[in-house]
C-alpha cells in the first residue's frame, strides 16, 4: 500500500512537471505537441526585435522567434533564430523580412514565400530582408521637401537682401522719382490720347473728302489702266530707241565742239586775231568808237544837208561851197 501512494506521488510529480514545461513553452508561444521547424536569418541590424516576437505568413502567426544573438568569431552581424510551429511549406529561397507589426514600431518577421520546389529543411538558413521603419519612410518622404524648404529659404535670404537694398532711403527716392515720372508721363499720354481725339473728331470729314478723292483716283487709274499701260509702252519704246541711238559718238563730237570753243576763247583772251584785239586793245577800241561816232555824225548831217554832198544845176553853175556844221544836239 506504502508503494502504492509513492508511485501515485511520482506519477503526479512528472505529470505535474510536463505539464508545467509544456505550460512554460506554451506560453513562449512553442506547442511542445506539434512538429517544429527552426530556421536561421542573419542580419546586419534587427531595430529591435528580440526573442518571442512573432513569425507571419499572408498575415496569419506561423511562428515566432526563439533567439537573437551575435554571429561571432569578431563578426557583428545578427544572428535570429526563428521556429515555424506548423507543418507550412517552405521554399528555400522565401525571405525573413523584418517588419513593423503596429505604429508602436514592434517587430516581427514576415516571410514570403519563393519560388523555388525545394523545400528549407530543419536548420536551413533563410534570406534577410529589412523593411523600412515608419521613421525610415517618413524620412525618405520628407526629404525631398525639406530640400524644398532649404532652397525655398535660401531664396527667401536672397529676396530679403535685394529687398533691404532696394528700399534703403537713396532707393525710395528713386522709386518715388520713377513713379512721379511715370504719372507725368501718363498724364502726356492722355494729353495726347485727347488731342488726337479731337483732331480726329475735326478732321474727320475732310478724311472722308480725302478718302473719296483717293477712291475716286483709283477709280480713274483703274479705269485708264489701258492708257496708262500704253503710255508706258510707249516710254518704253522711247527709251529703247535712245539706248539704241550712238549716243557715245554724239557726246564725243560735243566734247570736241567744246574744247574748239575754248580754244578760241583762250586765243581771244590772249588777244589774238581781229576779234581779240578789239577786246583787249584799249586804244583800237576808242579810235573805233571814234570813227562809228563820226560816221553816224556824218549820215545824219546827210540827211539833214543832202545839199552839201550833192551838186546839180541846170546852168551849170556850181553853188556856193558850205561849211559842215554839227547838227544841234
Not at 27 to 51: M, P, Q
Not at 73 to 100: H, Y
Not at 233 to 258: K, P, V, W, Y
Not at 284 to 309: C, F, H, V, W
Amino acid at each position: 500500500m506504502k508503494i502504492k501512494r509513492e508511485i501515485k506521488i511520482a506519477a503526479l510529480f512528472i505529470v505535474a512537471l510536463v505539464a508545467f514545461i509544456w505550460g512554460f513553452n506554451y506560453l513562449k508561444g512553442t506547442n511542445i505537441l506539434f512538429k517544429r521547424t527552426v530556421l536561421f536569418a542573419v542580419y546586419d541590424k534587427v531595430d529591435g526585435l528580440t526573442s518571442a516576437n512573432p513569425v507571419y505568413l499572408h498575415g496569419l502567426k506561423v511562428g515566432q522567434v526563439n533567439d537573437v544573438y551575435f554571429e561571432g568569431n569578431g563578426s557583428t552581424r545578427i544572428v535570429t533564430r526563428i521556429q515555424i510551429n506548423q507543418d507550412v511549406p517552405i521554399p528555400v529561397n522565401s525571405v525573413a523580412q523584418i517588419v513593423s507589426s503596429d505604429l508602436m514600431g514592434s517587430k516581427a518577421v514576415n516571410l514570403i514565400l519563393g519560388t523555388s520546389p525545394i523545400l528549407v529543411q530543419d536548420g536551413d538558413t533563410l534570406v534577410s530582408d529589412m523593411q523600412a521603419t515608419l521613421q525610415e519612410e517618413v524620412n525618405r518622404q520628407v526629404q525631398p521637401i525639406k530640400n524644398k524648404a532649404e532652397e525655398l529659404l535660401s531664396s527667401l535670404d536672397t529676396l530679403v537682401v535685394a529687398i533691404q537694398a532696394v528700399f534703403d532711403e537713396q532707393a525710395r527716392v528713386n522709386i518715388a522719382q520713377s513713379f512721379e515720372s511715370i504719372s507725368s508721363t501718363i498724364r502726356s499720354l492722355e494729353h495726347t490720347s485727347y488731342t488726337i481725339d479731337s483732331l480726329i473728331q475735326t478732321e474727320s470729314r475732310r478724311m472722308s473728302v480725302i478718302l473719296e478723292n483717293v477712291e475716286a483716283i483709283s477709280t480713274n487709274l483703274r479705269n485708264s489702266n489701258r492708257e496708262i499701260t500704253a503710255s508706258l509702252q510707249n516710254i518704253s519704246r522711247i527709251t529703247d530707241s535712245l539706248a539704241a541711238a550712238n549716243l557715245t559718238q554724239t557726246f564725243n563730237q560735243l566734247e570736241s565742239t567744246m574744247t574748239q570753243v575754248n580754244q578760241v576763247l583762250s586765243r581771244i583772251e590772249q588777244g589774238e586775231g581781229s576779234l581779240g584785239m578789239l577786246i583787249n586793245n584799249r586804244e583800237l577800241y576808242d579810235e573805233l568808237e571814234s570813227a562809228s561816232t563820226e560816221l553816224n555824225q556824218l549820215i545824219e548831217d546827210m540827211k539833214l544837208n543832202p545839199g552839201r554832198y550833192l551838186h546839180f544845176s541846170v546852168f551849170g553853175n556850181r553853188a556856193a561851197r558850205m561849211q559842215y556844221s554839227p547838227p544841234d544836239e
